[in-house]
């Protein structure tokens, strides 16, 4: 059980995440998180920092799909304002959401990434089929009242994972 919420990287922000490295490990495809990943939980904007990422994974070939667990009508907005495929209502860490961005990006799991800041959803469910996880801060301490809740479990669990060696 504690492998699977170990995730393969663990980074501050999207510039510490080496792409050449991904590309060399066969990875073609890259699911990323909304809330606290890409966006501020609560806000709609995306900051241009990121924004130019995103648009900088596309120019090297790398197919994204955005997978939330938020509704479909914020989600949808926020996959248009950036001409990405997505995935709502995911209910992350179940596998149908994942399976969704699979499908959208007609990729393998052995081929694709998810990059979020929940180790109880992203990577939990990322690691759940296989693909290569990166656990990145979130970007506000800002969050629904849900997820406020995980991450006093998360404390916990990255306690013992790093007590095991599993983590640093």
Known sequence: MFRLLCPRQMVDGFDDIDLTELTRLGIRGII?????TIIPWGSDVVDARIRLWLDELQ????????????????????GERLSMPFVARALK???AGFRQALDH??????????I???LFTDVLGGNRLGLYTIWVRPLSSREFIGTKVHRQFEKIAV????????IK
């Open 93 to 95: 860490p179940a596998k």
């Open 32 to 36: 990323v998180d909304i809330d606290n």
């Open 116 to 118: 979020g800041d929940q």
């Open 59 to 78: 120019a090297q070939g790398f197919k994204v799909c955005l997978v939330s667990n938020n509704k479909n009508k914020r989600v949808k907005a926020i």
């Open 105 to 114: 990006m007609g990729l393998p799991p052995s081929q694709v990434a998810v």
């Open 159 to 166: 306690r013992l994972l790093r007590a095991k060696g599993l």
